[in-house]
């Protein structure tokens, strides 16, 4: 036997112990590489500066000031947006969107956008077809025509109001933001300009008497109909902008659907009591 073989056998005797074991040099093996992996992976508070980035924030500032920025404000730039980022991440780990309904409503509509993708554009058969199957959507709704005297604060003597403009007399109120005569107002419009109170009264009002006082969020209202008109369907021309928009609406839902099915799994929906 040479020297070199006896040496080569009486090496592994001169190894640690646990190197000797073949099931704990493939487990720390593993381990190193399972190590290297998660240090090379991305961190959840990483803020990593792009190139994209840089390039966005220097257009940005071309763009308000008109040049391009020197390195100072290249690092001001940088320093800004890694102070936003780091807002904007901290305000998304406490659930600040969850409490803010504008934010919530902003963040579900871009979702909603990027998952349905860009409306598509119908043909005229697309939305006759459509007109046709939702024709009570598309009505005019209930009009009404008249006239009013207004006042920022209840009248002395709201009954002597009342009996004089029966009687035809003369009554000055105060003005009133949208006038004193309403021709063929819808009753949403008239809901938002006078109240719902007013609007009540002036669906029941008998045509061509004077009624009131009428409290709205404004003032006290005394009011005359002279016209109500009924629902009425809308021709198609008449509605086809309408009828464009709500096609595309049904069209994009669908692939919204499709996406929000997709993930649903990833979630567990808890109904508490």
């Given amino acids: 036997m040479t020297a070199e073989t006896a040496g080569s056998r009486r090496l592994p005797q001169r190894l640690p112990g646990w190197l000797r074991d073949p099931i704990t040099v493939f487990l720390a093996l593993g381990a190193a590489i399972f ?17 994209a980035i840089r390039a966005a924030l220097a257009a940005d500032h071309r763009q308000l000031t008109g ?6 404000e290249q ?53 006759i077809d459509h007109y046709a199957r939702h024709r009570g959507t598309y009505v005019r709704e209930p009009q009404i025509s008249l006239e009013q005297v207004y006042f920022s604060k209840p009248p002395a003597d709201p009954a002597a109001v009342l009996a004089r403009l029966r009687a035809g007399g003369a009554v000055d109120g105060d003005d009133f933001w949208m006038g004193d005569q309403f021709s063929n107002f819808g009753e949403s419009m008239l809901r938002g300009m006078l109240g719902a ?20 969020p404004r003032g006290v209202h005394f009011i005359r109909v002279t016209a109500r008109s009924p629902v009425q369907p809308l021709p198609y021309l008449a509605a086809r902008e309408q009828v464009k928009m709500d096609w595309q609406a049904e069209a994009a839902a669908a692939p919204v659907a499709r996406e929000v099915a997709r993930v649903r799994s990833r979630y567990r929906i808890i109904d508490a009591p």
Avoid: C
């Fill in 197 to 216: 109170g007013v609007l009540a009264g002036a669906r029941s009002a008998p045509i061509g008497q004077w009624m009131g006082p009428l409290v709205g």
């Fill in 75 to 127: 690092r001001g730039l940088i320093d800004d947006w890694v102070a936003e980022e780091i807002l904007f991440r901290e305000a998304l780990a406490r659930g600040l969107h969850l409490a803010d309904g504008t934010v919530r409503e902003r963040l579900v509509e871009r979702m909603t956008l990027i998952a349905g993708g860009v409306p598509p554009e119908p043909d005229e058969a697309d939305l």
């Fill in 67 to 72: 040049h391009d920025p020197d390195k100072a």
């Fill in 35 to 51: 190590l290297g992996w998660w240090l090379l992976q991305p961190r959840e508070n990483d803020i990593r500066i792009t190139p």
